[in-house]
C-alpha cells in the first residue's frame, strides 16, 4: 500500500454540525437556488399587481371627492416593504449560493445558509400572501361628505321668517310631519326660504345623516334627480351612471333605507314619485323628512303632504325694508322727494319680493327726483321696458303661464288683465265673458267648467281670492299677462288696456285695426262721440265710467265685437239706435245703469248668449217678443230689474210680466236664470215651467199679495244659488216639499245648492225651519220680521224625523245676520258645531238671550260677533267655558 496515508474521520465528527438542519429544515439550503427563482418570479408579478393597483388608484384619486381605500394604501405600504427586503436579499444571491457544496445540499456555513434560506422562503410566502391580498374589488371610496353642502343665499326676507320657524319645527319636532310643501307664486321667495332650510342644519344638532337638494323644475326628469341623490349619498360613479332608473331606484332606495335624511326639492310642477326615484317614504319610523316649493297648490295633495304653507307676498312694512335694503340708504337719502317717490314704487310691485329686489337695485345709482319720476312712468305704462323687469320677473313668471294645459286657460288668464289694478274681479261675471268671447262653450254646466278654470289658475298662483265670490290679480302677473298680450302675442291677442286710467275720452290709437280687446273701465268718460273703426274687435269694456251719452255712430264699425260691457253707469238712460250694428253681439251686460227701455233694435243680437240686466231699478219697458228671439241665450240675469218707485205704472215689463215669463219658456237654450218676481200670480206661472225652475240660481220673491202659504218643490230648483224674499207682509209660512226625493234617494236634503237668503219684511212668519233642508247655507240674513220667534222650531223638526232626524243646521254657515226681530227667542234648541262661523251680526233682537253655542261649538279665536253692549251682557250662557271661550270675540257696536 506504499505510500498511501490512512486519515479516519469520526461519523459523529461529520453529522454534528448539520445536524439542526437535516432534521426536516435541510430545505431552506438545499433549495436555496430554487426558491430564490421563485422569489424574483413572484416578486416581479407583486411589482406588476402594484403598479396596476396603483394605476387603479390613482384615476380614482382624479373623481371629486374620491380617495383610496386604507386597506388599499396599508397593502401598497406593506408591498414596498417587502420588496425593499427581497431586492436586498437578491442582491446577495451569489455570496450565498457560494457557500453551497455537496450539489447543493450542504453548505460550508450551515448556520449562515440556513438563516437566509429560512429568509427567502419566508418573503416568498409573504410575496405570494399579498399576491392574493392585491386583487381588489374597489380601490376607492367617496371621502364621507358633510351630512349638509352650503349653498349661497340671500339674507333672509323679512317676514318670511315666520313660515321659516314654523317649517323648521316640522323638521325638528314634529313626527307626523314627513312631507312638507311651500307653495306660492313665482318670485315670491320659495328658493330663498328653502335655501335657508338647507343651511340652518350647518349650525344644528340633528342627528340627520344626509341633508340633499335637488332642482326639479319644470321638466320632470327622475334620472337627474336620481344623480343628485346617488352624488350626495356616494354611489355616483361612471359605472352607477350606466345603470337604468329601476337599478338606481334600488341602490338609492337600499342606502337610504338604512339612514335618516332630509330631501330638498326646489321648483316641483308635477308630482314626483318618490318610489320611482327610490326615495323610502318619509314615516314615524324612520324620521326622514321631504321638503319641496312649488307654484301649484294642487301639487301639495299630489305629493301627499303632511303640512303645506302658502309663500305670500309681502306686506308694505316688510315690502319697504326690502326695497331699502336694496336701493340703499345713501340713495333714499340722496333728496327729499325720493323716500316719497319710493313708496310709488314699492306699490307697483304689490309685495313681490323679486320685483322688490330688481327695482331697488336697479334704482340704487338713481339719485335724482327726476330719474325716479321718469322710472315711475316707464313702470307703469310700459313695465317691461324696466331694467331687468323682463329678464329676471316676467320671464320667470311666464314659466307658469306656459305651463297651463292649454289654450283656452292661457287665454282666460290673459282676458283676467283687462281689469285695473286690485280690481275685485266677480268669478260670476268673468265667466259670462269667457262664454261671450267663446273661449268656454254655452253649454249646461258651462259655469261649472268656467271655476274650475278659475280653480286652476288660482292653484297656480296666477289668480289669487277674493271676498265676495270675486279673484284679483296681482300687480306684477297683470304687468306678466299684459306683456304677453301686448307683445309677446299681440297678433293673435290685440290687447289695447288703459283701465283706470282717469281718461275722459277715447285714448288716440294708431292703428285700431289691429286692436281685439279694449279696456276703457272705470275712467271718467261721459260722452261717446267718436266713431272708431274697429274691424277686429272683439271685447269692449266701458263699465264703471261717467257715461251720459253714446253717440249713435259709435257702434257704427265694429262687425265683430261679441262683449260688451256698459255695467256701473249710473247715468246712462239710454242705448243708440245704431247698436243694431252689433250683431255679433254674445254679451251685453247693462246692469246697475239707469236704462229705462231696451231698444227694440237689439232684436238683430240672435247670437246673445248671456243678457245682465241686473239692478236697472228704473228699467220700465222691454218690448215684447224681444226677448224671445235670443234663442241661443244662455244666462239672463233681471235680479232687481224695475225696483225703482219711479217705474210707472204702465210698465210693459213687470204689469205684464206674466207675458215675460211665457218668453223665457220659449228660450230653450237658457241654463242660468236670475229674477225677481213680484206677484203671486207670475210666481206660479215661473213654477209651472220646469225649464225656468231648472235654470233658476238667484230668485227674488216680492210683494206676493195676500198669499199666506208659499209652497216649493225644492227638488225643482236644484241649481237655486240665492233666494230673497221681501215685502210679503202676508206671508206665514214656506212649505217646501221634499217628499217625493226622500222616498226616491232616502236623501233627506232640499235646496242642495242654496248657499245665500235673505228675508226681509215678512212681519207674519213664524219661523225659518226650513232653513234645515239648505246643508250648504253661508250667508244668513234676517231683517224686520216682527212675528219671528225661532229660526228652527223643534216640534216642526219633530213631525218629519224621517226627514230631519240626522241634519245638524248651519253646518257650513260663515255669516249670520239677524236685525230689527223684537221676538225672536231661539235660533235652535241646542249648541250647534259652527266650526265655519266667521261673524254674527245681531241688532235690535231683545229677546234673543241664548246664542245656539258651547266652549266646542267654534275653532278659537275664528269668529266675529257684534251686536249692542247690553244684550251682549244679558245673554245666557251654556257654562262658564263657554262664556270664558266667546267673551274675546265680542266687539260692540253701540
Given amino acids: 500500500m506504499g505510500n498511501c496515508i490512512q486519515i479516519q474521520v469520526p461519523c459523529e465528527s461529520l453529522y454534528s454540525p448539520c445536524q439542526n438542519y437535516l432534521g426536516g429544515k435541510a430545505g431552506y439550503v438545499w433549495k436555496l437556488e430554487e426558491n430564490l427563482r421563485a422569489l424574483q418570479n413572484a416578486l416581479d408579478r407583486l411589482i406588476e399587481e402594484k403598479n396596476d393597483v396603483e394605476r387603479r388608484v390613482d384615476l380614482a384619486e382624479q373623481q371629486p371627492q374620491m380617495r383610496r381605500l386604507d386597506q388599499v394604501d396599508g397593502w401598497l405600504t406593506r408591498v414596498q416593504a417587502v420588496q425593499n427586503e427581497v431586492v436586498k436579499l437578491i442582491g446577495n444571491k451569489s455570496e450565498e449560493i457560494d457557500k453551497l457544496c455537496l450539489c447543493g445540499f450542504c453548505s460550508k456555513s450551515c448556520k449562515s445558509s440556513y438563516r437566509f434560506g429560512k429568509l427567502v422562503a419566508q418573503n416568498l410566502a409573504v410575496v405570494e400572501e399579498l399576491m392574493q ?132 326639492l326646489d321648483d316641483i310642477w308635477e308630482r314626483v314619485d318618490l318610489k320611482q326615484v327610490g326615495v323610502p317614504l318619509p314615516n314615524i319610523r324612520n324620521a326622514s323628512k321631504v321638503v319641496f316649493t312649488t307654484r301649484f297648490i294642487d301639487v301639495c295633495s299630489q305629493m301627499d303632504v303632511n303640512r303645506k304653507f302658502k309663500v305670500e307676498c309681502l306686506r308694505h312694512d316688510e315690502a319697504w325694508t326690502l326695497f331699502q335694503s336694496k336701493v340703499g340708504e345713501d340713495t333714499l337719502n340722496s333728496h327729499p322727494e ?227 260691457n256698459l255695467s256701473d253707469n249710473l247715468s246712462l238712460t239710454k242705448l243708440p239706435s245704431e247698436i243694431s250694428k252689433l250683431s255679433s253681439l254674445q254679451h251685453l251686460d247693462l246692469s246697475k245703469t239707469a236704462i229705462e227701455e231696451l231698444p227694440k233694435e237689439l232684436e238683430v243680437m240672435v247670437r246673445l248668449k248671456c243678457l245682465n240686466l241686473e239692478h236697472t231699478s228704473r228699467l220700465y219697458k222691454i218690448p215684447r217678443q224681444l226677448i224671445s228671439k235670443f234663442l241661443m241665450l244662455n244666462v239672463l240675469r233681471m235680479l232687481d230689474c224695475g225696483s225703482s218707485s219711479e217705474v210707472p205704472e204702465e210698465s210693459v215689463l213687470f204689469n205684464n210680466s206674466e207675458l215675460l215669463i211665457d218668453e223665457l219658456i220659449c228660450l230653450k237654450s237658457l241654463n242660468l236664470l236670475n229674477i225677481s218676481l213680484k206677484s203671486s200670480e207670475v210666481l206660479q206661472k215661473f213654477l209651472s215651467s220646469q225649464r225656468l225652475l231648472n235654470s233658476a240660481q238667484s230668485l227674488c220673491l216680492q210683494f206676493l199679495g195676500r198669499s199666506k202659504s208659499l209652497k216649493v218643490l225644492s227638488t225643482d230648483m236644484k241649481y237655486l244659488d240665492k233666494l230673497k224674499i221681501m215685502d210679503c207682509k202676508y206671508l206665514e209660512e214656506l212649505k217646501i216639499d221634499c217628499v217625493r226625493r226622500v222616498q226616491r234617494t232616502r236623501r233627506p236634503f232640499g235646496f242642495e245648492s242654496l248657499h245665500v237668503v235673505e228675508i226681509s219684511s215678512c212681519s207674519r212668519l213664524k219661523d225659518l225651519t226650513w232653513f234645515i233642508l239648505a246643508p250648504k247655507l253661508n250667508r244668513i240674513v234676517v231683517s224686520h220680521c216682527a212675528g219671528l220667534e225661532e229660526i228652527i222650531n223643534a216640534r216642526k223638526l219633530g213631525e218629519f224625523p224621517e226627514m230631519t232626524g240626522n241634519l245638524i243646521p248651519f253646518r257650513i254657515l260663515q255669516f249670520l245676520e239677524l236685525q230689527h226681530l223684537p221676538n225672536l227667542q ?69
Avoid at 281670492?465 to 291677442?493: S, T
Avoid at 235690535?844 to 238671550?849: A, H, I
Avoid at 266675529?864 to 247690553?870: A, D, V
Wanted: glycine content about 6%.
Fill in 133 to 264: 391580498e392585491g386583487r381588489f374589488e374597489e380601490v376607492a371610496e367617496r371621502d364621507p361628505d358633510d351630512p349638509v353642502d352650503e349653498k349661497p343665499n340671500e339674507p333672509i326676507i323679512v317676514g318670511q321668517q315666520s313660515i321659516l320657524d314654523k317649517v323648521w319645527k316640522c323638521l325638528m319636532e314634529e313626527k307626523d310631519a314627513g312631507v312638507i310643501g311651500l307653495y306660492g307664486m313665482g318670485g315670491v321667495g320659495k328658493t330663498t326660504l328653502l335655501t335657508q332650510i338647507n343651511n340652518m342644519f350647518l349650525d344644528s344638532d340633528s342627528d340627520f345623516d344626509h341633508v340633499i337638494w335637488a332642482v326639479v323644475s319644470k321638466e320632470l326628469q327622475i334620472e337627474r334627480i336620481q344623480e343628485k341623490i346617488g352624488d350626495k349619498i356616494g354611489l355616483l360613479n361612471e359605472s352607477w351612471k350606466t345603470k337604468s332608473s329601476e337599478e338606481k331606484a334600488s341602490d338609492i332606495f337600499k342606502n337610504l333605507g338604512r339612514k335618516r335624511f332630509v330631501l330638498l
Fill in 338 to 564: 325720493i323716500p316719497e317717490l319710493a313708496e310709488i314704487l314699492i306699490e307697483e310691485c304689490d309685495g313681490l319680493p323679486l320685483a322688490l329686489i330688481t327695482i331697488g337695485r336697479a334704482m340704487a345709482p338713481k339719485k335724482t327726483p327726476e330719474e325716479w319720476k321718469f322710472a315711475i312712468e316707464v313702470l307703469r305704462e310700459s313695465s317691461f321696458k324696466f331694467p331687468g323687469m323682463q329678464d329676471n320677473v316676467y320671464r320667470l313668471l311666464k314659466f307658469s303661464y306656459d305651463s297651463l294645459a292649454n289654450e283656452t286657460i292661457r287665454s282666460c288668464l290673459l282676458y283676467s288683465s283687462l281689469f285695473p289694478e286690485d280690481y275685485r274681479i266677480s268669478k260670476r261675471d268673468l265667466i259670462d265673458q269667457w262664454v261671450g268671447e267663446g273661449f268656454l262653450e254655452d253649454k249646461s254646466g258651462v259655469q261649472n267648467e268656467g271655476y274650475y278654470i278659475i280653480g286652476i289658475l288660482l292653484e297656480a298662483c296666477l289668480l289669487e281670492e277674493a271676498e265676495g265670490n270675486c279673484i284679483k290679480m296681482h300687480d306684477v302677473i297683470r304687468d306678466m299677462a299684459l306683456w304677453i298680450a301686448r307683445d309677446i302675442e299681440k297678433e293673435k291677442e290685440g290687447y289695447f288696456v288703459c283701465a283706470g286710467a282717469g281718461l275722459t275720452e277715447v285714448p288716440h290709437v294708431e292703428d285700431w285695426n289691429t286692436v281685439k280687446r279694449l279696456s276703457m273701465m272705470e275712467n271718467q268718460i261721459e260722452v261717446l262721440l267718436e266713431s272708431p273703426t274697429c274691424p277686429n274687435l272683439l271685447t269692449l269694456f266701458l263699465n264703471s265710467n261717467r257715461l251720459k251719452l253714446i253717440h249713435d255712430d259709435f257702434f257704427q264699425v265694429m262687425p265683430c265685437l261679441k262683449v260688451l
Fill in 826 to 894: 231661539s235660533i235652535y234648541r241646542t249648541a250647534l258645531p259652527l266650526l265655519h262661523l266667521k261673524e254674527m251680526y245681531v241688532y235690535e233682537c231683545p229677546k234673543l238671550k241664548k246664542l245656539p253655542l258651547d266652549s266646542n261649538s267654534t275653532k278659537e279665536g275664528t269668529v266675529l260677533i257684534k251686536g249692542q253692549k247690553q244684550w251682549w251682557d244679558e245673554l245666557q250662557w251654556e257654562d262658564q267655558a263657554t262664556q270664558s271661550a266667546f267673551r274675546p270675540c265680542f266687539k260692540s257696536c253701540w
